[in-house]
């Protein structure tokens, strides 16, 4: 073991102490022995570890991040962010990125073809990916509930996190509504934008049930209980990895959902109900042949597909542990050396106004620090 204070240390941003996902990479590298910082102590730490840093807005940040000299490490998690107009922007931003990076983390395979894409035929940025598993979320939340209200004769269906565009919780309404069937119900789980505008698209429909508020951490296994699969009709020019698949294989519940990059890398597909398509009609009627499907194949004995659940969480807890990620991220920080101590944020910026002098480096500072402490 090292001693303390020669331990090497890497700032992971952005630091917001609700993101589980963050806490659990935070645990998987101190079991490498490095001690994680949040992003404002970026300037004493030996590497930067940056998650959803194309969401950002200005690629100066990224020249700032290349000029501190730190072991720089991207972490890939979408195709292109979310919700964003500028997919331009922010493509430049992920080339960038994989270009200074020192390593660069993905979390299923389907992210290399991604890289491949942004950056053609460059063999040295392709050496620097390296595969750790997303981490399951095993008893994160609270212990899985083993008592529920599920009955044989009604499927529960349950769509649960914050009601966002790109989730198509519009497309999965109008599935719901079109298909109609007395002995399917799906539920609505999750922090929502506009009510009104929701309740307006399910009309009179008794079938689907809404609970649109902020639904806290230790209500998550009792939510997971009492549906027989949770629904993710993702995008997928977007969406890459899924958190909330993982979470619900965690909790013993398998998933109706696009195919996403995390149930690709998935062999055994018969755990769960995965489909494709190239456009929002496609979409729909993917979705509502998946539900066809399930209802066809287990009508009146709709709690068998606990037994999927089950399979689903065998699957991750194998696969999926904090032990097997560590593991892969010895392949991250493969270097004992600590960056150098007089290598300061000020130095960046000066090399900054010396390589870039259009740059405003005060603005840029300050933009920098502002990302580094609050994201």
Avoid at 2 to 31: F, H, Q, W
Avoid at 107 to 115: A, F, K, L, P
Avoid at 179 to 194: A, P, T
Avoid at 310 to 327: D, F, H, I, M, T
């Amino acid at each position: 073991m090292r001693e303390s204070n020669n331990k090497l240390t890497c700032s992971i941003a952005p630091s917001g102490k609700e993101n589980k996902y963050m806490d659990l990479m935070r645990t998987a590298v101190r079991m490498l022995d490095i001690e994680p910082l949040p992003g404002k102590k970026r300037g004493s730490a030996d590497y930067i570890w940056h998650h959803w840093i194309e969401k950002f807005d200005s690629l100066s940040v990224i020249k700032l991040l290349a000029a501190t000299k730190k072991k720089i490490i991207w972490n890939v998690h979408n195709k292109i962010p979310h919700d964003i107009r500028n997919t331009q922007k922010a493509k430049k931003i992920m080339i960038s990125m994989a270009s200074i990076a020192h390593k660069i983390v993905i979390h299923c395979q389907e992210s290399v073809e991604i890289i491949k894409d942004l950056c053609p035929n460059n063999p040295d940025i392709l050496s620097k990916i390296v595969y750790v598993p997303h981490p399951n979320y095993i008893g994160i939340y609270g212990s899985e509930k083993s008592e529920n209200h599920l009955r044989n004769d009604k499927l529960s269906l349950c769509f649960f996190g914050k009601i966002k565009a790109y989730k198509n919780i519009e497309l999965l309404i109008s599935a719901i509504n079109e298909l109609d069937f007395d002995d399917v119900e799906l539920k609505i789980i999750g922090r929502c934008w506009d009510t009104k505008y929701f309740q307006d698209l399910i009309g009179e429909n008794k079938h689907i049930k809404t609970n649109f508020r902020f639904i806290a951490d230790e209500e998550i296994p009792e939510i997971s209980a009492n549906c027989h699969l949770f629904v993710f009709p993702y995008n997928l020019e977007s969406s890459l990895n899924s958190g909330a698949t993982l979470l619900a294989f965690s909790y013993g519940r398998s998933v109706i959902s696009s195919l996403t990059g995390t149930l690709a890398d998935i062999q055994d597909k018969s755990m769960f109900f995965s489909y494709t398509y190239n456009n929002p009609v496609e979409h729909k009627e993917a979705l509502k042949q998946q539900i066809i499907s399930i209802r066809d194949k287990y009508k009146g004995c709709y709690n068998d597909l606990l037994l999927l659940g089950g399979k689903c969480r065998e699957y991750v807890a194998k696969n999926n542990s904090l032990e097997q990620v560590s593991k892969q991220l010895t392949l991250v920080f493969d270097s004992k050396e600590k960056a150098p101590k007089n290598i300061k944020t000020q130095f960046a910026c000066l090399r900054l106004r010396l390589l870039f002098p259009w740059l405003k480096i005060s603005s840029l500072f300050r933009k920098a620090s502002h990302i580094f402490q609050h994201h």
